[in-house]
């Protein structure tokens, strides 16, 4: 059974950091993309950051330069690593894996930064 597991959000001031984990229970954990998605009240679920099997990344342009995304296949986790977060940052972060034809999701980790 496969099972994303995200954790590191919390309540933090503007300009301060934050690392989310998600730790994945799957099978050829490498062999699937990553991505961190973000849902904040009353908006869609919007893509923040993704890395593919083959370690190429993108990034919206909200947090391009802010945000890294990484993966750590020997340990079957992927990391967002958020610098000076901004109070429209706030949002349930969501860890995705994906390989064609399917898609897993977590259970989705709050953060919220306050000005």
């Known amino acids: 059974q496969v099972r994303l597991v995200e954790s590191g959000g919390g309540s933090v001031q503007a300009g301060e950091s934050l690392t989310l984990s998600c730790a994945a229970s799957?099978?050829?954990?490498?062999?699937?993309?990553m991505g961190w998605y973000r849902q904040a009240p009353g908006k869609q679920r919007i893509l923040v950051a993704r890395?593919?099997?083959?370690?190429?990344?993108n990034y919206a342009d909200s947090v391009k330069g802010r945000f890294t995304i990484s993966r750590d296949n020997a340990k079957n986790t992927v990391y967002l690593q958020m610098n000076s977060l901004k109070p429209e940052d706030t949002a349930l972060y969501y860890c995705?894996?994906?390989?064609?034809?399917?898609?897993?999701w977590g259970q989705g980790t709050q953060v919220t930064v306050s000005s």
């Open positions: 799957i099978s050829f954990f490498s062999s699937y993309n």
């Open positions: 890395i593919t099997s083959g370690g190429s990344t």
């Open positions: 995705n894996a994906d390989r064609f034809p399917v898609a897993y």
